[in-house]
């Protein structure tokens, strides 16, 4: 039987969100090939990431490995070349994180396989895999054939993939480690920046502004549309480089990819950088004074004008809606 593997990474005692979203489009790749689709987790205690991963996988394959609460690279690749050479899969998908950039590149060298990173779209064609991948700063998008009588490797772009539905009760396979103690590196602990008190990634509304909103000073009126609204105020990168919100607030290439259920996009022009980080929210309204402005393109709804005669309306019209 043909199989899609997946590599689920957890963090902080959970499976790791892109790893949900992997399983998903595995999910959908596994039923138009005819594939099973297996899920892989390594590390300390990993039956309860077992238990949550078989909700989305045919068969999940554990891996004990002594000492490495959190994912490592290293002991990951000893596991997976060893399963991957056993199984041979014909496609491998992992994330495209911090931990999946340590992994893939080495392991892709190691079996001698095809590699495609950062991708936003893996698909099956007639005459084989298509993997797509945005070049020359996400100005252009490469397109990657391979034959499925080969395993590829592909890491997927956080937030480009749907998560599937959640509702089946995979198999569980414990797999032999194919070495004993290593001496690898260990996890000592994250260094995060200090939080502000919002995730503009869990948000399901975001109010973002672009240097339309003009100075510091305007953005308390995205402030009070964001609290009549029940979301939170979000930007593009021009609104950082003005020290007018912190750089955790930035949508785009740059910051963070988001999918709220409503994007309220104001004053902001629409450049390839910040779309790609918002192009997958479920409704999209733009406010801008130019007709022309790229950000109408991706858009669901637009308004032409200026965003500080615009909001103050909004504001007014959803308070009193919700009162």
């Known amino acids: ?33 005819g594939a099973d689709l297996v899920a892989v987790t390594i590390g300390t205690d990993v039956a309860g990431y077992a ?8 068969r999940v394959l554990t891996a004990e490995v002594s000492g490495m609460q959190e994912p490592l690279a290293e002991p990951s690749q000893r596991v997976l070349s060893s399963i991957i050479r056993d199984r041979k899969p014909f496609l491998v998908l992992i994330g495209h ?10 392991l892709a060298v190691e079996l001698e396989v095809p590699l495609v990173t950062d ?19 996400g100005k252009m998008n490469a397109v990657y054939s391979f034959a499925l009588a080969q395993t590829v490797i592909v890491t997927g772009r956080v937030g480009e993939f749907p998560v599937g539905e959640g509702d ?13 103690p290593l001496d690898y590196k260990r996890f000592e602990g994250y260094t995060e920046q200090e939080a502000a008190g919002v995730d503009i990634t869990e948000a ?6 672009g240097r339309g909103i003009k100075d510091r000073a305007s953005i308390e009126l995205a402030e009070r549309l964001a609290d009549a609204l029940g979301g939170v105020v979000a930007c593009s990168r021009p609104v950082v480089d003005y020290g007018w919100l912190p750089a955790d607030r930035q949508v785009g290439l740059s910051g963070k990819t988001v999918k ?7 004053g902001i022009s629409g450049a390839f950088q910040h ?47 919700r009162s």
């Open 51 to 58: 238990r949550e991963l078989s909700r989305y996988a045919d």
């Open 168 to 180: 089946r009760r995979g198999e569980f396979q414990e797999v032999s480690l194919p070495f004993g």
């Open 119 to 137: 991708c936003v779209d893996v698909s099956l064609e007639e005459d084989g895999l298509r993997a797509v991948r945005p070049v020359y700063n």
């Open 275 to 321: 779309v790609v980080g918002m192009r997958g929210a479920n409704m999209i309204v733009a406010v801008n004074r130019d007709p022309g402005a790229p950000i109408f393109g991706i858009a669901d709804y637009g308004i032409v004008d200026d965003i500080l005669r615009v909001i103050p309306v909004l504001t007014e019209k959803v308070t009193g809606l």
């Open 1 to 33: 039987m043909r199989e899609i593997l997946v590599v689920a990474e957890h963090r902080k005692q959970k499976v790791a969100d892109i790893s949900v979203q992997m399983l998903g489009k595995g999910r959908q790749l596994a039923g138009q090939a």
């Open 260 to 266: 709220p259920k409503l994007y309220l996009a104001l």
């Open 97 to 106: 994180s911090s931990f999946g950039m340590d992994l893939a590149p080495a």
């Open 204 to 209: 399901n509304v975001l109010v973002s502004v």
